[in-house]
């Protein structure tokens, strides 16, 4: 079961560590998760190293999506793990089996997949761009309830929440990560964090959200906002 979430990487963080665009955040419990491995893989070693999280203990690599600001810190993980699942897309297989050569084992995701106890795969939604086509999130069980974590929830973040509430058999306990709404207008915004709010109890968005974007979900949320940026840890 999954005990704490920290972020690593992130557009905004605070004062200890260094903003930049990307998203990273470890999975902490009995299975340790690296989701997404951020854009510059000096900043995510300094972050981590500043929050004492060592990349080498790391069970597993989940890879939302193939885009730079979610794997550009992946080969000097690499470095510090050996023979560790990568969980990829399946329309992303072969490039990071290129990527990754020998001290990794990619595992392409298709359908909702189990990854580890009580941590699964939403499957591939599609993004409706040509490149990615697809993008998977992960749902983790926790002593409160089950979480969703997004990289940049190109599918839609609604779409998203529904098939992970689908999968979880319940409500969300929260959603964090990134929702992509820097280019929406706030009416937009508005509308979908109000549809989310019947999905799950918290949410944390951060990365692509937007300033804008977290400013309204704040506004609908209230309290039932968490603030996230790089340097946040949430136990459960």
Not at 69 to 94: C, N, Q, R
Not at 119 to 131: A, K, L, N
Request: net charge negative.
């Amino acid at each position: 079961m999954t005990e704490k979430i920290v972020i690593l990487y992130d557009n905004r963080a605070f004062k200890e560590l260094t903003p930049d665009w990307g998203f990273s955040a470890f999975i902490e419990g009995e299975t340790n998760i690296l989701f997404d491995t951020g854009a510059k893989p000096e900043i995510l070693e300094r972050n981590a190293e500043a929050l004492s999280i060592n990349l080498s203990d790391i069970d597993g690599i989940f890879i939302s999506h193939n885009h730079w600001d979610h794997t550009g810190g992946l080969k000097t993980v690499m470095k510090k793990v050996y023979h560790v699942d990568i969980f990829v897309p399946e329309s992303d297989a072969e490039f990071f089996e290129e990527k990754v050569g020998e001290r990794g084992i990619v595992i392409p995701v298709d359908d909702p997949t189990v990854i580890a106890p009580g941590i699964f795969s939403t499957g591939m939604m599609p993004t409706g761009m040509r490149d990615p086509a697809f993008e998977h999130s992960l749902v983790a069980k926790t002593e409160k309830g089950s979480i969703l974590v997004t990289g940049c929830s190109h599918p839609g973040i609604e779409k998203i929440a529904e098939e992970a509430v689908r999968l979880a058999e319940r409500k969300l306990f929260m959603i964090i990560g990134g929702f992509h709404m820097y280019k929406k207008e706030d009416t937009s915004i508005k509308k979908t964090a109000e549809k989310l709010l019947d999905l799950t109890e918290f949410v944390a968005p951060c990365h692509c959200t937007g300033d804008n974007g977290i400013e309204v979900f704040k506004e609908v949320f209230k309290d039932r906002f968490i603030d996230c940026r790089a340097g946040t840890e949430i136990a459960f």
